[in-house]
């Protein structure tokens, strides 16, 4: 089932959607009911599958059912449902819930890591976007200036990136 999944991934990696989806549907098949990250990370990769596909529904479905499979809410390590979930939510235009699924899978990774963990700061900079599709411009100017605060500790290439991320959150407000 490893192979399989990691064929899909290259898959994935060259936009052969379609080829992906069918490597996948292989390895969920004759474990469809199971969790645990194997299966999890499956689910997810499927649900970005079908969302690069613009099946938008069937993406939303399969992301939570990655987060049911997920032994750990948020994990740090492989593919998280949670980021897919949040993405397929703001294409469906449904802001709020991708905020509050972004907030929720930040808290989860600062119980796991830290709250200057480059994950929790890159899914704070992901929620801007969609407090300014809500019309919340104070609270993305705010959340921003915190954001860029912390990233000044964040090591490599995450010192560079994470403000890079947030200044794109904060110009898609204006």
Known sequence: MRSRLDAAEYLCKQWRWQDAERELREVLGPAAEESGPLMASARTLLAQTLRAQGRLGEAECEARAALEAQPVPGMVDGRDGQDVLALVLGDLGRHR???????????????????????????????????????????????????KTAARGAEGIHRILLPLAVTNGQAFSL
């Open 97 to 147: 819930e991708a905020a509050e699924v972004r907030a929720a899978t930040a808290a989860a990774r600062t119980r796991t890591t830290s709250a200057d963990h480059w994950l929790v700061l890159k899914g704070r900079s992901d929620r801007l976007q969609h407090l300014a599709y809500l019309g919340l411009h104070e609270d993305v100017v705010a959340e921003a200036g915190a954001l």
